[in-house]
């Protein structure tokens, strides 16, 4: 079983960054990939970003592409967003997810077996 938790999702303006951090609990990222993805109110989850653990192949969302990086860190166990030029419409619920492989179907939220409970990142206009 594992355990996932996401932190540092806040109150920011439009143009501010954020890190969002996801960590792991009963078992290492190990062989994984992880995802980040992102709900906001009266839409459906929609796919973020994803990180392959070994090789660190990274997948980015069309609409945050080239202003979000994702990152792993092997030591604390970690997945990051970072995120710049934040705009109002990144308002969302933000989820980190593991799944057991990396393929082209890294974008498909129903490929994930693990998910965080959510951490809400506003960006006020």
């Known amino acids: 079983q594992v355990q996932l938790v996401e932190s540092g999702g806040g109150v920011v303006q439009a143009g501010d960054s954020l890190r969002l951090s996801c960590s792991a609990s009963?078992?290492?990222?190990?062989?994984?990939?992880v995802g980040w993805f992102r709900q906001a109110p009266g839409k459906e989850r929609e796919f973020v970003a994803a990180i392959k653990w070994s090789r660190g192949d990274t997948d980015y969302a069309d609409s945050v592409k080239g202003r979000f990086a994702i990152s792993r860190d092997s030591v604390q166990n970690t997945v990051d967003l970072s995120m710049a030029s934040l705009k109002p419409e990144d308002t969302a619920v933000y989820y980190c997810?593991?799944?057991?492989?990396?393929?082209?179907?890294?974008?498909?939220?129903?490929?994930?077996?693990?998910w965080g409970q959510g951490t809400q990142v506003t960006v006020s206009s």
């Open positions: 009963g078992r290492t990222f190990s062989g994984n990939a």
């Open positions: 997810a593991s799944a057991s492989d990396w393929g082209p179907w890294i974008r498909n939220q129903y490929k994930y077996d693990y």
